[in-house]
């Protein structure tokens, strides 16, 4: 199953004091550990999703895979998501996980079991007590949905709920957290 890891990582941090791409989390910029999660579970293509500074973060992880700059980045998750999706979209990836650049907390392992029943037609979610969060795995049989249904920062959470039928929950919290970093106080 050829599953693409997805990174949404262009927003500039308004919070934070500067884009949570740039941030520097145990040693690596988190757009970089948020890349390497994805290869340690096994995507074998990733794409970055860029856009506040996005030069600045390729001047400062120039090692970073395939990136897409989102132009409309300053509207929310939802163009960059639309942004990263139709990326993908010539590609062969039979699915899309995606993560968000400000979540250090979730580990390959948690990836991986996400990705365990992967398919075109999959939508799936890491489970955290009671409560659902990244990773979502994302079947390209979706994606146009997702796409037209994701506006502001709301990425694929309206069309989700349209699907909650469809929508597996793979309990991850034993392997990872779902906590974002918002302000620096968040880093502790």
Not at 37 to 64: H, I
Not at 111 to 123: I, M, N, S, T, Y
Request: hydrophobic share 50%; glycine share 14%; charged share 20%.
């Amino acid at each position: 199953m050829d599953v693409a890891g997805l990174v949404l990582a262009a927003g500039a941090g308004r919070r934070f004091g500067m884009p949570k791409a740039l941030v520097a989390y145990q040693g690596r910029l988190l757009v970089r550990r948020a890349v390497d999660t994805l290869r340690a579970a096994g995507c074998a293509q990733t794409l970055v999703v860029l856009g506040a500074a996005a030069e600045r973060v390729r001047s400062e992880a120039p090692d970073l895979p395939e990136t897409v700059v989102n132009a409309d980045w300053a509207s929310g998750m939802g163009s960059s998501l639309r942004a990263g999706l139709a990326g993908l979209a010539d590609g062969v990836a039979e699915a899309a996980v995606v993560l968000l650049v400000d979540m250090p907390g979730v580990t390959a392992e948690a990836v991986q079991r996400v990705l365990a029943e992967a398919g075109p037609g999959a939508l799936m979610m890491g489970g955290y007590e009671g409560r659902r969060g990244h990773p979502v795995l994302l079947g390209r049989h979706h994606w146009a949905g997702v796409a037209a249904s994701a506006t502001g920062d709301r990425g694929a959470r309206d069309y989700l709920r349209a699907h909650a039928a469809e929508v597996r929950v793979v309990p991850v919290g034993d392997v990872a957290d779902d906590s974002d970093i918002d302000t620096p106080a968040d880093l502790g």
